[in-house]
């Protein structure tokens, strides 16, 4: 194929990322160093040029750190979560029979498709503290029945969990489908030698799955990154800021207080991070190809 | 070392499908046997009801006087060969080695020792550190061979080990392993669909179509004495001519009742002594092995291949008669597809 066919084929493509990427993101850069809100959305001289007095501005902005504390816990909790949770289910799947098979893996994969807004609504009726399922039933066994969402901790581990929930059904795709790619025959000389399901598991399944698991924790990190929709939902940020991810946080300041330049910046900040998995996961599935 | 001694295993599938039948078989100890079939006769199945990774459904095996039917394949002195290696690609070719007695947690020292002679003795001493996909195909069959052998088993299985390998390499593997068979002195069931490498290969041969014994006998005992047309058509290559009736008008014989067949390289262009057959056809096709030829010739649609010392008068599309021995026929009962001794 020419290379002039060949371009014609992608333009469209090239277009839309220029478009819808490229275009905001240098708009962002440009905003992040001026002091753009609501008074210079009235009258643009009210627009002035700060240099980097965004960026500074977070560097001691108390809220940004929480921000940078909430997401990292998210990321840190929620990664090996979400791993384990999607290893020991599609290893489940794997062994059970055919016909139990795909209800399973229908059920764990559900949440993945479905609104996170709507699973979200969801999970706040369940965690509510007089009427939701969760305390209903914690009452039911005479235990405590705590403020889930009103209470700083809980908050964030309550969106937490409902992020793992929502997100480990892919990583057991992913996972089950690399598990169905070891041959049969490495197990059967396994069992010739006399391994146990122990070792096969820890000298076969494992190392073999390792690629892929590193992979999705790359994947998982990233998305974690970006935590916005769940905390939006249940919880507003809140109680105390506990649960203001850094995404939310930016929302917070761009839509809640106007302050565009003070977003933007965050905005900046959190599209380098984005760069920086990115990079990492280039890098890291090159070295598992082994060259 | 091992006998290994098969009676009446048979194994069903959930779906009823009986993918082996009634197999008698035993493998003396130290005897390299060789288990050749069509694709799908069941071959595979019973090396992995012999190393226990499947359950037969009824009979016994005993391995070294000892029955098996229940013991778990690590408990059944065994070791196994595949096709396709199965190689761990996330271990070097000395963890690969090492696995097995590793799993046993033989102590370090030791099985450093014994990886290191075994991987000697295969030539495989600067390859240690390599990973299999850093492998040829035939340095990746040696590590498959040098972890089996560290097994150090009564009974070695191997399943179509050198069909993956190009056709150069399996000949020279094949003279390996059967130079290794000679040196470990071990019994071995060596499992191929190659007629050839099994007449090659094994000292005896059992022949297996659709999940039953046809024969066991010497390569030489098949080849010459096949009990079936089955067995005939399958060993032997080009295959045996089964002759049909066209072929057969002018020489009296009967062909109502008896099917008669005839190995290519027993036709011949001359006649040799009186009273002997001759077919006529026309000649289709020509190919050349440098030493000898294989010509086709065809008459009412059904083909005869002869295998014949160069000869540079024929022509293609002219008639062309061969010749043979009436002694050199086989013949095969119609209705049973067993072969009739009396006739030879
Ligand atoms: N897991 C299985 N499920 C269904 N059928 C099987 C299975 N394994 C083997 N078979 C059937 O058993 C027969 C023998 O297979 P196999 O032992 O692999 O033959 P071979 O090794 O001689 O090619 C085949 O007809 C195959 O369809
Ligand atoms: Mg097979």
């Not at chain 2, 694709?39 to 459904?57: D, M, V, W, Y």
């Not at chain 2, 029955?67 to 271990?91: E, K, T």
């Not at chain 2, 495989?124 to 492998?135: F, I, V």
């Not at chain 2, 009974?155 to 068979?181: G, Q, Y």
Request: net charge positive; hydrophobic share 45%; with cysteine.
């Amino acid at each position: 194929m020419k290379a002039s066919t060949a371009l014609l084929f992608v333009i469209p493509a090239l277009a839309m990322i220029l478009l819808f990427v490229f275009i905001p993101l240098i708009g962002v850069l440009g905003l992040s160093l001026t002091d753009f809100n609501v008074y210079a959305l009235a009258n643009s001289a009210n627009l002035h040029f700060v240099g980097v007095a965004n960026f500074t501005h977070l560097l001691h902005d108390h809220a940004a750190w929480q921000g940078v504390e909430t997401t990292m816990t998210v990321v840190l909790v929620g990664v090996p979560a979400t791993l384990g949770l999607s290893l020991v289910c599609a290893l489940m799947i794997e062994s059970i029979g055919a016909r139990w098979r795909g209800l399973f893996r229908t059920a764990f994969f559900l949440p993945v498709v479905c609104s996170t807004v709507a699973v979200a609504i969801g999970w706040r009726y369940l965690l509510n503290t007089r009427y939701g399922l969760v305390n209903r039933l914690l009452a039911a066994a005479h235990l405590p029945t705590p403020n889930w969402l009103g209470t700083p901790g809980l908050a964030l581990l309550a969106v937490t969990v409902v992020v793992v929930w929502k997100g480990f059904g892919y990583g057991m795709i992913i996972v089950a489908a690399a598990r169905r790619e070891i041959p049969d025959e490495l197990y059967d000389i396994a069992r010739i030698e006399g391994a146990g399901m122990t070792q096969q598991l820890l000298r076969i399944t494992m190392p073999m799955l390792a690629p892929t698991l590193g992979l999705l924790a790359l994947l998982d990190a990233a998305g974690y990154w970006q935590l916005f929709a769940e905390p939006y939902v249940l919880t507003q940020g809140g109680p105390m800021g506990s649960t203001m991810s850094l995404l939310l946080l930016m929302y917070d300041r761009g839509f809640r207080w106007w302050r565009w330049g003070v977003a933007s910046a965050l905005a900046m900040v959190l599209t380098v991070i984005m760069w920086l998995f990115a990079w990492l996961q280039r890098h890291t599935r090159a070295a598992w190809r082994g060259d | 070392m091992a006998r290994l001694e098969l009676q009446r295993v048979t194994k069903s599938l959930a779906n009823g499908q009986r993918v082996l039948r009634d197999i008698d078989c035993a493998v003396n100890d130290g005897e390299l046997i060789s288990m050749v079939g069509p694709s799908g006769c069941g071959k595979s199945t019973l090396l992995r009801c012999i190393a226990g990774l499947e359950a037969i459904t009824s009979g016994e095996i005993r391995i070294g006087e000892q029955r098996v039917n229940d013991l778990p394949p690590r408990q059944r002195n065994v070791a196994m060969v595949f096709q396709n290696h199965a190689l761990y690609p996330h271990m070097t070719v000395y963890q690969n080695l090492a696995f097995g007695l590793r799993v046993r947690h033989v102590a370090r020292a030791a099985v450093d020792a014994r990886v290191r002679r075994t991987a000697a003795r295969l030539g495989l001493d600067a390859l240690l550190g390599r990973y299999p996909r850093e492998l040829s195909g035939g340095q990746r069959q040696r590590t498959a061979l040098g972890r089996a052998m560290l097994r150090e088993p009564g009974v070695f299985l191997l399943d179509e080990p050198l069909s993956s390998l190009d056709i150069p390499l399996r000949a020279e593997m094949r003279r390996e392993l059967s130079a290794l068979h000679q040196s470990l002195g071990t019994t071995m069931v060596y499992v191929t669909h190659d007629q050839s490498e099994a007449l090659s290969l094994g000292q005896r041969v059992v022949v297996l179509a659709d999940g039953a014994i046809e024969q066991i006998d010497t390569p030489d005992g098949i080849y010459q004495a096949p009990r079936n047309r089955f067995v005939a058509g399958f060993v032997g290559w080009p295959p045996m001519n089964f002759l049909s009736e066209d072929w057969l008008h002018d020489t009296g014989l009967d062909t109502q009742c008896i099917e008669y067949g005839i190995r290519p390289e027993r036709l011949r262009l001359r006649p040799g002594a009186r009273g002997d057959f001759s077919i006529i056809g026309k000649l289709e096709r020509i190919e050349s092995f440098g030493g000898e030829w294989q010509v086709e010739i065809s008459r009412q649609g059904s083909r005869v291949i002869a295998r014949v010392p160069p000869e540079t008068k024929l022509q293609r599309g002219a008639e062309l008669r061969l010749w043979f021995r009436r002694e050199d026929l086989y013949a095969f009962d119609r209705a049973t597809g067993s072969r009739m001794q009396a006739w030879r």
